[in-house]
């Protein structure tokens, strides 16, 4: 049976997985093993004089959500992120699929008052200072950092065996990381959420790469789906013999 190794933190791997079909889910062996560890900076997410929030993960909803009980306009990065902000109580609007077209959007819309984005240690696009170039009143607050560990050892005992697995890789940063703690990467099949994901693999020698058509959770379950189901219906098949 083929394996699907989710490295992103846990909560994460669970919304991406739930975007997959129980039946294709049931054909491949999927396995976690978190590369890293969201690690809130502490204390309480302070919105006086702020009109609205920038989440650009959702990671940076869920420290957040937990560290302040006001709940603001918030302007998202992604479809999913929205989605997880509006449950978590905020009044989420999407505001494009990446940072640089929230920034052109926000600049169409250009919102009142302060506007906050709470985000994690490392995070692409510069949004505050881009955004007060614009002459909007914008500011940012680092909420959590993300901290990355080794591959567990199941993990280890997967690639070991050679057997078909698929990984997908949703930021730079982790990708790059993934390199560096993988012995050999000649049996695995990658699924990018962007080019900028490849780029960070210098001197990449996998058995295969696929581009997501869009860097969003959904277009990636559905690279994923198109690249892995010949694999798992031959093992499905094979399993009921």
């Keep these: 049976m083929p ?20 039946q294709f889910l049931q054909g491949i062996s999927v396995l976690q093993s978190p590369l890293l560890e ?6 309480n997410v302070d919105l006086s004089g702020i009109s609205s929030v920038i989440f650009s993960s959702g990671e940076a909803v ?6 302040t009980e006001i709940r603001t306009k918030a302007y998202c990065v992604g479809e999913r992120t929205t989605e997880f902000a509006r449950s978590s109580g905020w009044d989420a609007e999407y505001a494009g699929h990446q940072a640089d077209a929230l920034v052109e959007q926000l600049a169409v819309w250009r919102p009142p008052g302060g ?19 614009l002459g909007l009143k914008c500011t940012d607050l680092v909420i959590y950092r993300q901290v990355f560990g080794p591959l567990n050892l199941r993990a280890q005992e997967a690639m070991n065996a050679g057997l078909p697995m698929f990984v997908p890789l949703f930021s730079p940063r982790t990708a790059a990381h993934f390199q560096s703690v993988c012995k050999d990467m000649s049996q695995l099949t990658l699924i990018a959420m962007s080019d900028a994901v490849v780029e960070a693999m210098p001197r990449l020698h996998c058995k295969a790469v696929h581009v997501s058509k869009a860097p969003a959770a959904q277009a990636m379950a559905e690279m994923l789906l198109d690249v892995a ?13």
């Design 62 to 67: 869920r420290v957040a959500s937990n560290q």
């Design 38 to 43: 969201i690690v809130p900076t502490g204390g």
């Design 3 to 22: 394996t699907l190794l989710m490295t992103r933190p846990c909560d994460a791997n669970t919304r991406f997985l739930n975007l997959l079909p129980s």
């Design 115 to 133: 506007i906050l984005h709470l985000r994690g240690e490392f995070s692409r696009g510069d949004v505050a200072a881009r955004l007060s170039a």
């Design 229 to 241: 189901a010949p694999f798992v219906r031959v093992e499905a098949g094979r399993s009921e013999d």
